[in-house]
């Protein structure tokens, strides 16, 4: 398990440091903010991984040069003629005000929104995010069951989060996993390859060469997956990603 988070900056991009019982150091740039992640076995220096860090920098510069270039969807006002996107197809939105109560369904190629009168753009915002949230859940279960037969794991829990930072999380200790609610928006596949990134790691908890095995056992075009995921354009939000 991770100890505290230590920082370091190195050429102004902040690196966060887990000291684990690891026999490596691993270093890892997370879409879709380009979040640096170093973990290093307990004793090392922190001189050393500092070194380190350094001697990565081109490669770290690159990764998030990529995660920034990656398109941004433009501000939703929640508003008739808005595209919105479900399981990677494209949806018009449809406002439909006055209704008796607040829901929201697929008619076709539109998404319509039925809200009370009078109702903020935060509101529709929620109603539409957890709108998300209960497709998302009716997904996962039929998912998560797939691959954790296809792995031969097996999850305590699983959750649906949103999350600013990453895709997916997994608890080893307590086998429990996460999923960003914005995957509802993304192609299954992509649902697809993150649930097995995470369920992955309660076979192994790095991201080395193992990790790296197993997932051209189990998803031989994982690569092809991660590429298109993180090429898709992320949500807007008013802190950025």
Partial sequence: MSTKKEVLSIANIEVDVYRKDIKNMHLSVYPPSGR??????????????????????????????????????????????????????????EVKEGAPKNYVNIDGKKINLYVQSNVSIEKRELILREWYRTQL????????????????VETNEWAVKLMRTKWGACNIEEKRIWINLELAKKPRICLEYIILHELVHLLERNHNERFIQLMNTFMPKWRFHRDELNRLPVAHTDWGY
Avoid at 61 to 66: V, Y
Avoid at 74 to 81: C, H, Y
């Fill in 36 to 93: 640096v992640r170093l973990s290093a076995p307990k004793r090392t220096d922190l001189e050393v991984i500092r070194l380190f860090a350094i001697s990565k920098l081109g490669w770290i510069k690159k990764h998030i040069k990529n995660f920034k270039a990656q398109p941004r969807e433009t501000k939703r006002i929640f508003k008739s003629g808005e595209s919105h996107f479900f399981e990677g197809n494209r949806y018009i939105l």
């Fill in 137 to 152: 859940k009716q997904i996962l279960p039929e998912l998560v069951e797939k691959w954790e037969k296809v792995i031969g």
